[in-house]
């Protein structure tokens, strides 16, 4: 009976990876989509050194990373190589009018965000049928390492690692209504992170190794490897990696989603537990991140750590901290369904459907 049911489990996760690769192929965006994007970005570019000539403007985000579907917005940093520059916000009040002025997007200057950035979208045309979105931020060097380390994963193992993160991607979004952080879940670049931390420090054996701790090839000085006081070295020479690193982890895509689900909805530690793909599973309270009731009715460091995930360069920000005690049940209760959904081992395709209900 054991034997019956553990091949009839394999026939199920080849059955399923086999969905798996055909679902999310249809949702990776066109060569032409990326095309046009590009002509985008050097148009913006072109447009921001009249203001700034020593400028350079590089696209970060699932434009950068490797984990972009179809239609995805376009995340853009620009970067300024000369000491006198202006400052983020005057840069975006500037670069509001001037984009105004000189093109058809629709511009929305947010010169006083936390982040200040520009907000651009063109509405949809014959050529661009779904038109385009797209944040410009200033002097984000941090996103910009932060996208490096996540196309380095992705490149280490790109099947399973980016059929995995886009299939969570559309379930979370387009399905599920569980990728907002303005509504109190979790944003896309948290979804990554849990993954990615997944299969470093869930999985044994390991399916990825931990870039962050390997050891470097040279000596390396703080100044390089140092933004803002974080910092951002990890292993970045995939070519030399692939040569001298294998996992021995050989579960398949379907098997790794089963498990994950399951891991995040049955063994992860809510209450006490820090998800950091730098350091492994950390405790809150080694972070000052701890959610237990204090004296004060209103708790502002309990509302913000219900869920926590570390960022992996600045290490004292939670990527979770949008996450509203709501938000985390709506995200455990999608965990569990989709666990639950799977274990009736239904046929592929259906299952697929039924994870993906709207
Ligand atoms: P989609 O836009 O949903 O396709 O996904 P995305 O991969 O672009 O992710 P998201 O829009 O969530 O984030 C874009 C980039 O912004 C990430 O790759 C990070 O570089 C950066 N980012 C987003 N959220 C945070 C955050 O909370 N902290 C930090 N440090 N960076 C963030
Ligand atoms: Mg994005």
Known sequence: AQRRHASKHRFFAVELSQALFDFVIQLLPTQEEMAVKEDVRKLLERLIRTIEPDSRLLSFGSTANGFSLRNSDMDLCCLIDSDERLSASDMVTMLGDLLERETKFNVKPLPHARIPIVKLSLDPSPGLPLGIACDIGFENR???????????YAMIDPTRVRTLVLFLKVWSKRSRSINSPYQGTLSSYGYVLLVIYFLIHV????VLPNLQQMPPLRPISQEDTHIGGHNTWFF??????????QSSNTDSVADLLIDFFRYYSRDFTYN?????IRGGLLKKESKGWQNELSGSRYND???RNRFCIEDPFEIDFNVARCVTKEGLYQIRGEFMRASRILAMRP????????????
């Open 301 to 303: 460091s309990r509302e």
């Open 203 to 206: 999985k044994n054996p390991p």
């Open 236 to 245: 970045d020479d995939i070519e030399l990696l692939r040569q001298r690193w």
């Open 142 to 152: 941090l996103a910009l390492e932060n996208t490096r380390l996540l196309m380095c």
């Open 272 to 276: 006490t537990g820090v998800a950091s």
């Open 347 to 358: 046929r592929a395709v259906a299952a697929l459907a039924q994870l993906c209900e709207e």
